[in-house]
T-cell receptor
């Protein structure tokens, strides 16, 4: 059964700092990995999606990497801003028979202090 | 822009009531999902529908049923609500064969 772990559970940084959020998964047979952002009491917004054949994806100040063989992904946020404060979730989509579903980590709560 | 809407942002129901949560997407997506999100447990899949009138159980289907009579609408039904079904419920949709899931804003359900 796939398990997804995110470390740290919470992170507080001063504005302007570069930071890395970590995601690990136990079964490397994945179709893709997706990073989401969730603001308090709201739904999920997709940030980046990496296919299993890719190594990284970039969008603005965000860069996500994937090392499928070691079961790890990182989300790098450059020059953090208070507006980046949110919970960040990673999710993997299985391959084979379970390729319709996403398995989520529990998230990293990020606070960027002005 | 993909839009996924949910009928209520907040809902309060009594134990034993039948509860309907509605989700509508406007992008003609075949696949739709219902998740619940709880502190410390994360998001867990309740049910999945891969097309009209088609459904599959997710990881925690007990106490729930679903209905997909039209492509754009996916309903989650709590036949007899219980307090342990108090949670945030999130709906999502995805075009078959593509990659991204798009989420609605969520419904926070409280069962008293």
């Amino acid at each position: 059964k796939q398990e997804v772990t995110q470390i740290p559970a919470a992170l507080s940084v001063p504005e302007g700092e570069n930071l890395v959020l970590n995601c690990s998964f136990t079964d490397s047979a994945i179709y893709n990995l997706q990073w989401f952002r969730q603001d308090p009491g709201k739904g999920l917004t997709s940030l980046l999606l990496i296919q299993s054949s890719q190594r990284e994806q970039t969008s603005g100040r965000l860069n996500a990497s994937l090392d499928k063989s070691s079961g790890r992904s990182t989300l790098y946020i450059a020059a953090s801003q208070p507006g980046d404060s949110a919970t960040y979730l990673c999710a993997v989509r299985g391959s084979g028979g379970s390729n319709y579903k996403l398995t989520f980590g529990k998230g990293t709560l990020l606070t960027v202090n002005p | 822009d993909v839009k996924v809407t949910q009928s209520s942002r907040y809902l309060v129901k009594r134990t034993g009531e039948k509860v309907f949560l509605e989700c509508v997407q406007d992008m003609d997506h075949e696949n739709m999902f219902w998740y619940r999100q709880d502190p410390g447990l994360g998001l867990r899949l309740i049910y999945f529908s891969y097309d009209v009138k088609m459904k599959e159980k997710g990881d925690i289907p007990e106490g729930y049923s679903v209905s997909r009579e039209k492509k754009e609408r996916f309903s989650l039904i709590l036949e007899s609500a219980s307090t342990n079904q108090t949670s945030m419920y999130l709906c999502a949709s995805r075009q078959r064969g593509t990659y991204e899931q798009y989420f609605g804003p969520g419904t926070r359900l409280t069962v008293t």
